[in-house]
């Protein structure tokens, strides 16, 4: 099982916080979104917020959070060019990126992957869902589950 953040390491010092980046241009998702992440995984992160593109972009790279949750359809950039730039920039491609998306065919699915997102979650999303994608794609690359 992976450590959660604020969990003690094996030397006693702590595990670091995770910054998770929610890109969405609704605002009630992002709520959703971090109320999911406080429940699923505790109260150890620190949520960043993005409403759209360009904001997202800027954020990952000033910040460079340790996941992006990144909606497709916002105005302005969506996310597959998001995530494509993100993906072609040195400073943010090791940045794992889970689509959190209403856009569930198949089609949508294979180009969220095809343009480098990791993972795919579909909305209305479940909690629990979301949170055990977050902890896969957050777990030590030894602690994955293959």
């Not at 977050?134 to 030590?140: K, M, Q, Y």
Request: aromatic share 4%; glycine share 8%; proline share 9%.
């Amino acid at each position: 099982m992976a450590n959660q953040p604020g969990d003690s390491a094996p030397d006693g010092s702590p595990t670091p916080r995770w910054r998770i980046l929610i890109v969405d241009d609704e605002e009630s998702v992002r709520s959703l979104a971090k109320a999911c992440i406080h429940h699923g995984l505790g109260p150890h992160h620190e949520p960043l917020e993005a409403a759209g593109g360009e904001e997202a972009i800027a954020i990952a790279e000033r910040e460079h959070p340790d996941l992006v949750l990144l909606d497709i359809r916002m105005p302005g950039l969506d996310g597959f060019e998001v995530c494509r730039r993100l993906k072609s920039s040195p400073h943010t491609r090791d940045i794992p990126v889970l689509f959190l998306t209403a856009l569930g065919r198949d089609q949508d699915v294979a180009q969220g992957l095809d343009r480098g997102g990791e993972a795919y979650v579909v909305k209305p999303f479940n909690a629990v869902t979301l949170a055990a994608q977050i902890s896969e794609l957050l777990a030590p690359p030894d602690e994955h589950r293959g």
